[in-house]
């Protein structure tokens, strides 16, 4: 099971946190919220549980996140200088950069080009995850729960029993013309 | 010491190349023994749930590679759970195919006439529905409506899916909780069993190697049911033969790490992969358009909005399988299904100025998912696939406890290929945007590289020693007894969905192995009927075996 302890209010949840926020961003939780930059209406990644899921050993990525952390905050700070920008020191500096500056950097470390790419993708994997699919809960539950990405994708609910059917699922009628070479059982001659 | 335990035949990977191989084995009177690294899962087992840890993990596979990932099944059945049971022929004219080589490369003996018998025995065993319209999802409608407006053809694709069970939940990559899909776990493998074969989950198979009577040893750890990163001291087992079929991105690798005992391999050995041409591209629809255009309508007032409706794929375009085309310009575009969990972080947005897949716009995107449609595109790559030194075990670094992990595949694009991806690209673009039905971009390529649930060609059958790892009858060039019958074998790509063409050339290797096995000493024979005891795909085949079983 996912640990589901509250995110304890430090520095690696809170770099972490603006980092899911930056791959599936959303609206500001409370008016100081620093993490969740407030690009977007609605509950982004961290709502909908990225740091839950980022936590939880089955990802394969919980023992590497004080490191995610600590990396991240440095690529902000030397990214910072060489765009001439001067961040809040009372926060994270992954936190302190401006919504776009965090894109443009989330941009460079998963472009095909860097040397750490295949890392920063596992990372915004995880935290889309969290948000298209709530990997960290029960898929029913979650509904039930009004996660934030199942309910802005519109992800129909089960049925009372708990499985999904769709019994009305075809418009009915033909609808092309089939291609003149098929066989007597549907196949490409 | 303890004795080391033996069997006849010795089948590794219990997917289409291992059920059906293992199923005639031990019906013809082998003792019949399957490793199988995945779990045993059946549909009281199966899960609707997107949660780590449910069925939708513990069977599916995702192994990272460099410039291509490979998504599989991992559970005794293999691609068969987890797959979406289409089942089309591949065309007559991939057969012939070339590739790079300027010569046809599948052997001589087998064309689209020759394995026709072979499709047939499959068909006999695995129940593949002709779908109709009325089995056709919306999403499939759509597509084959768009497809008529731009004057083109559409087929429904035909499925071994029950469609008196179907409920259209689309769960179908956790495995069918109504045995709707007609897996393996429903024909083949339940033949084998009830001739005797025995079926060993958890058990991942790493070398073989040879024994000074000719019998290969095969060595296997035990995984964790629960952890798969986990991993215990196995055993070993002797075999007269060995059947390897743990799928195209599996079988090279055990080969691979078997060399240092077994002696040289064919060069063809990790080579020449093919990801099936795949490549996926996403429409988000216009909904009143589609209305408009398509006229189309369903319940409650809407035109389409059914993402989520559905059993994967049920419609394709095929007017570019012509075989008067040239080579590298010919490809399938069929509507799919994709769930969420994987099937939304690689989808693009339109006209990016930012980034194109993560971001407030892909956030957007999101929202109109139920407008989505999916075209997946299988077009002929140029086999370019190599795989370079097997990792310590099995063939992935295993990242999270299921699913997720790193390979050693390297897959650069030919020139070919790019231009073929790009020529189906825009034609979707011009099917689904003519008229302002839709906005169409393509799956990137820049996250995990090409992707392929279609892995093939990585030990391939053929003629010629340079090209191909195995003769025209699946045994391993140099290692008599060492079979290799899963997608590896299939030479090149297909041009459609190819668990159809694994299945018949599993069928089809079946007379060699028995030959190889009497020559062991195996009292075994050829001929067995369907799993259910049907005869006619048996009496189709007959003119064709005592070639195949020739010396
Ligand atoms: C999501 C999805 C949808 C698909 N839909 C379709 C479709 O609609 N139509 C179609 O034709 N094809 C489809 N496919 C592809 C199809 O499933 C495969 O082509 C087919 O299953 C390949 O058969 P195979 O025998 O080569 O190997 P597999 O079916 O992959 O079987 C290999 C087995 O070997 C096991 N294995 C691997 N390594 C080892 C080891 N070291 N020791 C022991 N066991 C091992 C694996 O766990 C697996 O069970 C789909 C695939 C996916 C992933």
Redesign the pocket.
């Given at each position: 099971m996912p640990p589901g302890t509250p995110a304890e209010d430090s520095i690696r949840t809170i770099t972490l946190e603006a980092f899911a926020d930056t791959i599936i961003p959303g609206e500001k939780r409370h008016p100081g919220d620093r993490a969740v930059a407030g690009a977007a209406a609605g509950g982004g990644a961290v709502q909908a549980g990225a740091i839950e899921l980022l936590q939880w050993n089955a990802t394969g990525v919980s023992e590497g996140l004080d490191d995610y952390a600590r990396l991240l905050n440095e690529h902000a700070s030397a990214y910072a200088d060489e765009a001439g920008l001067v961040l809040d020191a009372s926060v994270p500096p992954f936190v302190a950069l401006p919504f776009e500056h965090r894109t443009a950097l989330v941009a460079r470390l998963t472009a095909p080009d860097h040397p750490e790419k295949p890392f920063w993708i596992l990372l915004a994997l995880f935290s889309n995850m969290a948000y298209d699919s709530a990997a960290h809960m029960h898929t029913a539950e979650a509904i039930a729960a009004g996660h934030p990405g199942l309910r802005a994708m519109g992800i129909a609910a089960p049925g009372a029993d708990g499985l999904w059917r769709f019994p009305a699922f075809s418009y009915g009628r033909p609808l092309a013309r089939l291609h003149p070479d098929t066989t007597p059982s549907g196949s490409p001659a | 010491m303890t004795s080391t335990e033996r069997t006849d035949v010795l089948v590794?990977?219990?997917?289409?190349?291992?059920a059906i191989t293992a199923y005639h084995l031990a019906a013809g009177g082998a003792k019949v023994e399957i490793?199988?690294?995945?779990p045993w899962l059946t549909a009281k087992d199966f899960e609707q749930d997107f949660m780590l840890g449910s069925s939708y993990t513990r069977i599916f596979?995702f192994t990272v590679g460099e410039g291509m990932s490979i998504?599989?099944?991992?559970?005794v059945g293999?691609?068969?759970v987890?797959?979406?049971?289409?089942?089309p022929r591949a065309p007559r004219f991939v057969f012939e195919r070339q590739g790079g080589l300027g010569r046809r490369v599948w052997p001589a003996s087998v064309s689209r006439d020759t394995l026709d018998p072979w499709y047939d025995r499959v068909a006999e065993s695995i129940p593949i529905t002709k779908q109709d319209w009325d089995d056709v999802t919306y999403a499939g409608g759509l597509w084959a409506a768009a497809c008529d407006h731009s004057g083109r053809t559409a087929n429904p694709v035909p499925a071994a899916v029950d469609r008196n069970r179907c409920t259209n939940c689309n769960w179908m990559?956790a495995g069918c909780k109504f045995d709707a899909k007609q897996s393996l776990l429903l024909n083949y493998l339940p033949a084998a069993l009830a001739h005797g074969a025995r079926i060993r989950p958890l058990?991942?198979?790493?070398r073989i190697e040879r024994n000074h009577d000719g019998s290969y040893r095969v060595h296997?750890d035990l995984i964790d049911e629960e952890d798969y990163r986990i991993r215990s001291a196995g055993g070993a087992i002797d075999a007269k033969i060995v059947v390897l079929?743990?799928?195209?991105g599996?079988t090279p690798v055990?080969l691979q790490r078997s060399e240092a005992a077994l002696g040289r391999m064919p060069h063809g050995v990790g080579r020449y992969f093919s990801g099936n041409g795949e490549r996926l591209n996403t429409a988000v629809l216009n909904e009143d358009r589609v209305r408009e255009v398509l006229g189309l309508t369903r319940e409650g007032g809407l035109a389409y909005a059914a993402n989520q409706i559905g059993k994967?794929?049920t419609v394709a375009n095929w007017d570019r399988l012509d075989g008067s085309l040239p080579e590298f310009t010919r490809y399938s575009l069929e509507q799919l299904y994709f769930p969420p969990g994987l099937g939304t972080i690689l989808a693009q947005v339109a006209d990016a100025v930012g980034p194109s897949w993560f971001g407030v716009r892909k956030k957007e995107m999101l929202s109109r998912w139920q407008s989505w449609l999916i075209i997946f595109q299988m077009i002929e790559d140029a086999n370019e696939g190599v795989f370079g030194p097997p990792p310590a075990a099995?063939?992935a670094d295993r990242i999270s406890q299921q699913m997720l992990g790193v390979g050693r595949l390297r897959y650069d694009p030919a020139e070919t290929t790019l231009r073929a991806w790009a020529m189906a690209d825009a034609e979707v673009k011009e099917i689904l945007e003519r008229d302002g039905l839709a906005e169409v971009t393509a799956w990137t390529n820049d996250v995990v590289g090409a992707y392929t649930?279609?892995p093939l060609s990585s030990c391939r059958i053929g003629d010629d020693p340079a090209t191909s790892a195995l003769d025209d009858r699946n045994e391993l060039r140099g290692h008599p007894g060492i079979f290799v019958t899963?997608?590896?074998a299939v030479p090149t790509a297909l041009t459609v969905?190819?668990?159809?063409t694994?299945a018949a050339l599993a069928e089809r290797a079946v007379p060699g192995i028995v030959r190889a096995a009497r020559e062991r000493g195996v009292e075994v024979t050829y001929g067995a009927p369907a799993p259910d005891g049907a005869t006619s795909g048996r009496r189709g085949v007959a003119e064709l075996v005592p070639t195949l079983m020739r010396k």
């Amino acid at each position: 099971m996912p640990p589901g302890t509250p995110a304890e209010d430090s520095i690696r949840t809170i770099t972490l946190e603006a980092f899911a926020d930056t791959i599936i961003p959303g609206e500001k939780r409370h008016p100081g919220d620093r993490a969740v930059a407030g690009a977007a209406a609605g509950g982004g990644a961290v709502q909908a549980g990225a740091i839950e899921l980022l936590q939880w050993n089955a990802t394969g990525v919980s023992e590497g996140l004080d490191d995610y952390a600590r990396l991240l905050n440095e690529h902000a700070s030397a990214y910072a200088d060489e765009a001439g920008l001067v961040l809040d020191a009372s926060v994270p500096p992954f936190v302190a950069l401006p919504f776009e500056h965090r894109t443009a950097l989330v941009a460079r470390l998963t472009a095909p080009d860097h040397p750490e790419k295949p890392f920063w993708i596992l990372l915004a994997l995880f935290s889309n995850m969290a948000y298209d699919s709530a990997a960290h809960m029960h898929t029913a539950e979650a509904i039930a729960a009004g996660h934030p990405g199942l309910r802005a994708m519109g992800i129909a609910a089960p049925g009372a029993d708990g499985l999904w059917r769709f019994p009305a699922f075809s418009y009915g009628r033909p609808l092309a013309r089939l291609h003149p070479d098929t066989t007597p059982s549907g196949s490409p001659a | 010491m303890t004795s080391t335990e033996r069997t006849d035949v010795l089948v590794v990977g219990s997917g289409f190349g291992g059920a059906i191989t293992a199923y005639h084995l031990a019906a013809g009177g082998a003792k019949v023994e399957i490793l199988e690294r995945g779990p045993w899962l059946t549909a009281k087992d199966f899960e609707q749930d997107f949660m780590l840890g449910s069925s939708y993990t513990r069977i599916f596979d995702f192994t990272v590679g460099e410039g291509m990932s490979i998504l599989g099944g991992n559970c005794v059945g293999g691609g068969s759970v987890v797959y979406f049971a289409a089942m089309p022929r591949a065309p007559r004219f991939v057969f012939e195919r070339q590739g790079g080589l300027g010569r046809r490369v599948w052997p001589a003996s087998v064309s689209r006439d020759t394995l026709d018998p072979w499709y047939d025995r499959v068909a006999e065993s695995i129940p593949i529905t002709k779908q109709d319209w009325d089995d056709v999802t919306y999403a499939g409608g759509l597509w084959a409506a768009a497809c008529d407006h731009s004057g083109r053809t559409a087929n429904p694709v035909p499925a071994a899916v029950d469609r008196n069970r179907c409920t259209n939940c689309n769960w179908m990559m956790a495995g069918c909780k109504f045995d709707a899909k007609q897996s393996l776990l429903l024909n083949y493998l339940p033949a084998a069993l009830a001739h005797g074969a025995r079926i060993r989950p958890l058990h991942e198979v790493q070398r073989i190697e040879r024994n000074h009577d000719g019998s290969y040893r095969v060595h296997y750890d035990l995984i964790d049911e629960e952890d798969y990163r986990i991993r215990s001291a196995g055993g070993a087992i002797d075999a007269k033969i060995v059947v390897l079929a743990a799928g195209a991105g599996a079988t090279p690798v055990i080969l691979q790490r078997s060399e240092a005992a077994l002696g040289r391999m064919p060069h063809g050995v990790g080579r020449y992969f093919s990801g099936n041409g795949e490549r996926l591209n996403t429409a988000v629809l216009n909904e009143d358009r589609v209305r408009e255009v398509l006229g189309l309508t369903r319940e409650g007032g809407l035109a389409y909005a059914a993402n989520q409706i559905g059993k994967g794929p049920t419609v394709a375009n095929w007017d570019r399988l012509d075989g008067s085309l040239p080579e590298f310009t010919r490809y399938s575009l069929e509507q799919l299904y994709f769930p969420p969990g994987l099937g939304t972080i690689l989808a693009q947005v339109a006209d990016a100025v930012g980034p194109s897949w993560f971001g407030v716009r892909k956030k957007e995107m999101l929202s109109r998912w139920q407008s989505w449609l999916i075209i997946f595109q299988m077009i002929e790559d140029a086999n370019e696939g190599v795989f370079g030194p097997p990792p310590a075990a099995g063939n992935a670094d295993r990242i999270s406890q299921q699913m997720l992990g790193v390979g050693r595949l390297r897959y650069d694009p030919a020139e070919t290929t790019l231009r073929a991806w790009a020529m189906a690209d825009a034609e979707v673009k011009e099917i689904l945007e003519r008229d302002g039905l839709a906005e169409v971009t393509a799956w990137t390529n820049d996250v995990v590289g090409a992707y392929t649930v279609h892995p093939l060609s990585s030990c391939r059958i053929g003629d010629d020693p340079a090209t191909s790892a195995l003769d025209d009858r699946n045994e391993l060039r140099g290692h008599p007894g060492i079979f290799v019958t899963d997608g590896s074998a299939v030479p090149t790509a297909l041009t459609v969905n190819p668990a159809m063409t694994i299945a018949a050339l599993a069928e089809r290797a079946v007379p060699g192995i028995v030959r190889a096995a009497r020559e062991r000493g195996v009292e075994v024979t050829y001929g067995a009927p369907a799993p259910d005891g049907a005869t006619s795909g048996r009496r189709g085949v007959a003119e064709l075996v005592p070639t195949l079983m020739r010396k």
